[in-house]
T-cell receptor, first 118, second 109 residues
Framework: GAVVSQHPSWVICKSGTSVKIECRSL??????MFWYRQFPKQSLMLMAT?????????EQGVEKDKFLINHASLTLSTLTVTSAHPEDSSFYIC??????????????FGPGTRLTVL | DAKTTQPNSMESNEEEPVHLPCNHS???????IHWYRQLPSQGPEYVIHGLTSNVNNRMASLAIAEDRKSSTLILHRATLRDAAVYYCIRYSSASKIIFGSGTRLSIRP
């Protein structure tokens, strides 16, 4: 149980275009979903926290107008990278908390999406 | 600061036990300690978590110091598939995970 999927697993796009990445909790409902970015040889960096039906909370230094997050249901969150540039090329990973989990806050991670902007 | 301190890298031999240490000296009384691992080009995978008592599951064991300022992840019999970056996490407020640099574990055949 507790499986999180991401789509697409990889994407290549031209500079200036927008890319949407989906994150789904397949067998549980998620109270909160998180988006991370990971550059090569580095650790994961939290970008934003999203709760279903409310606006996402962005970490310091993350542009909310560039990285649009929509969390329309308890099983789906989307991250749209708008007007992508080569410096946005990275590994994007989402995670989710189960609505049934109250205390220990175990998060379940998706497999990641590799974005390459040409 | 919600980050933890781990050695940058460790090596072990296949089929031998591995002890991965983690310091979390500023942990609060209600923070859980979680371990995740990440294989190349994959998302992190949950390994184990605990609060005060030692914990065991099919993947590993977690030994938590009595003062909770440190913990050790124990892989009882390392295999080549255990080569990964291991992250020790304590949760900050609002359920956010703050990732440190983790420990890169290499397994020698």
């Amino acid at each position: 149980g507790a499986v999180v999927s991401q789509h697409p697993s990889w994407v290549i796009c031209k500079s200036g275009t927008s890319v949407k990445i989906e994150c789904r909790s397949l067998d549980f409902q998620a109270t909160t979903m998180f988006w991370y970015r990971q550059f090569p040889k580095q650790s994961l960096m939290l970008m934003a926290t999203s709760n279903e039906g409310s606006k996402a909370t962005y970490e310091q230094g993350v542009e909310k107008d560039k990285f649009l997050i929509n969390h329309a249901s308890l099983t789906l969150s989307t991250l749209t990278v708008t007007s992508a540039h080569p410096e946005d090329s990275s590994f994007y990973i989402c995670s989710a908390n189960s609505i049934q989990v109250t205390l220990d806050n175990t998060q379940y991670f998706g497999p990641g999406t590799r974005l390459t902007v040409l | 600061d919600a980050k933890t301190t781990q050695p940058n890298s460790m090596e072990s031999n296949e089929e031998e036990p591995v002890h991965l240490p983690c310091n979390h000296s500023t942990i609060s009384g209600t923070d859980y300690i979680h371990w995740y691992r990440q294989l190349p080009s994959q998302g992190p995978e949950y390994v184990i978590h605990g609060l005060t008592s030692n914990v065991n599951n099919r993947m590993a064991s977690l030994a938590i110091a009595e003062d909770r300022k440190s913990s050790t992840l124990i892989l009882h019999r390392a295999t080549l598939r255990d080569a990964a970056v291991y992250y020790c996490i304590r949760y900050s407020s609002a359920s956010k995970i703050i990732f440190g640099s983790g420990t890169r574990l290499s397994i020698r055949p």
